[in-house]
Every structure is written in structure tokens, then in C-alpha cells.
């Protein structure tokens, strides 16, 4: 089962993608580690992003779609993958069905979590995270135990430049003009499922199990 991961930053869907591929088995790929892992192994494409990227530049489409296909082409892939932070924008879209058809393979499923921007704002705002081990709480909905402190390893929590306000509104200002267009884009292909993002997360899980039992008995029927 192939699935993209849509919905604004801040609406959970990374969240959702780590227990879908938990309870499925299926990879979850980021574009972050993506690129994280070719700019430590010092790949071909790797080396041609950190050039663009030392220059404050926006890595071009090719290289990062090339990074993406020979991602999937490892073992792990080939009984599905969760796709979270790709694509990002109609031409990406396009570029991975038009890489996919020759294999005769095709995505699978768009999960759409549905949030709204003041409710994400709100959330990102009262987020601290450990710069240490990494640890994410949240000042009403996940409390340290001591006030400021990582439950963890004990040091002082932060709040990181991504989860100020501005900064939040800017990434959703962002996601609306470039990536929210794929959802028009999914569900003309039949493959959109929207979800309500707001609710727990044990009860949006329940409902994402829901969607990939249909998904699953309309690929083996």
C-alpha cells in the first residue's frame, strides 16, 4: 500500500504516519531524512543539493524527486510506503506518477489530516521540545512532570523558532498557496481521504485504520 501523507504543518499527520507504519510495517519516508541521509553519505545527488543549499537556495525538483525514486527502490518499499513531506506541489505530484506508471505502480491512498490554522497555531505555540534527546511536550495537552525540564534526561526544555507563532503563520501562509492545491489534485484521482484532525489522537487512528481496511480490500479485489 502506497500512501501520501497531506494536511498543513502542525495538523498531526507525522504523528499518524509513525503508528500507521508501526502497526503496518510499512517504511515511513521523509524528505528530511531523505535528505539528511544523502548529505552524510556524500551521494552524487547529495553533493549537487548541498550546493543550492549552502547558497541558501531551494534544492531543485529533480534532485529532490531522484532522491525520492532511489529511496523507494530499497527493499523495505516493496510492500508500500507512507509518504510525509512529498509532494509538496502539483509538478512533484505529477513527477511521481510519471515515475511510478512505467513499474505499473501508482499511489494508493492521499490521507488528508484536517485541521484548522487556529487550532494548529495554538498547539505549535504551547510545544517545548528537549534539545537534547529530542523529547516533544506541550504546556496544556503533554506536561512535564517538573515544570520546564524533560521528563527524559533532565534538561531544560525550549521553544524552537518553528513552533513561534509568526513563525507557525508564515509555514501555514506557505502550505496554502503551495501545497493545500493537492487536494483538489487527489481527489479528482479518486484517492483523497479526508480526516478530522482535531479529535484524539487514538480516535483519528481508529478512523485512519478504518480507510486503510477499505484501501486494502479495494487492492486485493
Not at 548529505?39 to 549552502?54: I, N, V
Not at 512505467?102 to 485541521?115: F, Q, S
Not at 534539545?131 to 521553544?159: M, R, S, Y
Request: overall charge negative; glycine content about 8%.
Amino acid at each position: 500500500m502506497k500512501i501520501i501523507m497531506l494536511g498543513a504543518p502542525g495538523a498531526g499527520k507525522g504523528s499518524q504516519a509513525s503508528r500507521i507504519s508501526k502497526v503496518y510495517g510499512l517504511p515511513h519516508i521523509s524528505t528530511g531524512d531523505i535528505f539528511r541521509a544523502n548529505l552524510k553519505g556524500e551521494t552524487e545527488l547529495g553533493l549537487k543539493a548541498k550546493t543550492y543549499m549552502d547558497h541558501g537556495e531551494l534544492v531543485p525538483d529533480e534532485i529532490t524527486i531522484a532522491m525520492l525514486l532511489n529511496r523507494l527502490e530499497e527493499k523495505d518499499c516493496e510492500k508500500g510506503y507512507i509518504l510525509d513531506g512529498f509532494p509538496r506541489t502539483i509538478p512533484q505530484a505529477e513527477a511521481l506518477e510519471n515515475a511510478l506508471a512505467p513499474k505499473g505502480e501508482k499511489i494508493d491512498l492521499a490521507l488528508d489530516v484536517e485541521v484548522p490554522d487556529d487550532v494548529i497555531i495554538h498547539r505549535m505555540a504551547g510545544r517545548r521540545t528537549c534539545p537534547h534527546c529530542g523529547a516533544i511536550f506541550h504546556l496544556e495537552t503533554l506536561k512535564p512532570k517538573k515544570e520546564g525540564i524533560c521528563d527524559n534526561c533532565g534538561e531544560h526544555l525550549v521553544q524552537r523558532k518553528d513552533d513561534e507563532e509568526n513563525t507557525v503563520k508564515n509555514r501555514l501562509k506557505v502550505y496554502h498557496q503551495s501545497t493545500e492545491p493537492l487536494i483538489s489534485f487527489y481527489k479528482k484521482e479518486g484517492i483523497l481521504e479526508e480526516i478530522d484532525g482535531t479529535k484524539d489522537l487514538e480516535t483519528v487512528f481508529a478512523r485512519v485504520k478504518e480507510i486503510l481496511s477499505q484501501v486494502e480490500r479495494k487492492i486485493h479485489d
